[in-house]
């Protein structure tokens, strides 16, 4: 089936820097989301891209869904403490309009230091 | 976006039992689906379930070993039967978003160790 590459799979920066990460696909998306886990939370929606080449920002964050269709990243500007916690992309994939079956990056694994 | 709870939120279960978890939702949604999260790993589709009809499984997972039920628009649930210690996982809802979309929301999450 389907799989996402997402990278890097953790992250170790000073608080205020930004952060840059991504997810590829071999195949095409209708859609790309963005989540982020909080240890013992369920995966919280950041920013959801529903059009090749949309730009879209929530806050701090930026994400935009690649022209090719096949890849997707997530921008964090002046990042701080909170911002701490594991990033996932996810998808719908080309073809499975209807079906609304995600799939998911393994996940970018986010620590700052104060 | 809709408020989703699980119960319980953690439980510890002896190899051999089953655990059924709840979720409810605070609002009618259409769709419904259950994930199975390992330590450490990313989140993997177990079923959609989809009110007044079978659950729809995916690879790898099999109606007897994690049968759901969906009675109304609401609420569904998960039982993990016969329980191994390769069981033990962060078990996580969701719901679907406005029609049209693809955004799907999670409930908390059922975090189970099997011993």
């Known amino acids: 089936g389907q799989q996402l590459n997402q990278s890097p799979q953790s992250m170790f920066i000073q608080e205020g820097e930004d952060v840059s990460m991504n997810c590829t696909s071999s195949?095409?998306?209708?859609?790309w989301l963005w989540y982020k886990q909080d240890p013992g939370e369920g995966p919280v929606l950041l920013i959801a891209l529903y059009k090749a080449g949309e730009l879209t920002s929530n806050g701090r964050l930026t994400a935009q869904f690649g022209i090719t269709r096949k890849d997707s990243f997530l921008n964090i500007s002046a990042s701080i403490p909170s911002d701490v916690g594991i990033y996932f992309c996810?998808?719908?994939?080309?073809?499975?309009?209807?079906?609304?079956?995600?799939?998911f990056g393994q996940g970018t694994r986010l620590t700052i230091n104060p | 976006s809709a408020v989703i709870s699980q119960k319980p939120s953690r439980d510890i279960c002896q190899r051999g039992t089953s655990l059924t978890i709840q979720c409810q939702v605070d609002?009618?949604?259409?769709?419904m689906f259950w994930y199975r999260q390992q330590p450490g790993q990313s989140l993997t589709l177990i079923a959609t379930a989809n009110q007044g009809s079978e659950a729809t499984y995916e690879s790898g997972f099999v109606i007897d070993k994690f049968p759901i039920s969906r009675p109304n628009l609401t609420f569904s649930t998960l039982t993990v039967s016969n329980m191994s210690p390769e069981d033990s996982s962060i078990y996580l809802c969701?719901?679907?978003?406005?029609?049209?979309?693809?955004?799907?929301?999670f409930g908390p999450g059922t975090r189970l160790t099997v011993t």
């Open positions: 609002s009618q949604v259409t769709m």
């Open positions: 996810a998808g719908q994939p080309l073809g499975r309009q209807g079906a609304q079956k995600l799939v």
């Open positions: 195949s095409i998306f209708n859609t």
């Open positions: 969701s719901v679907d978003g406005l029609a049209g979309d693809y955004e799907q929301y």
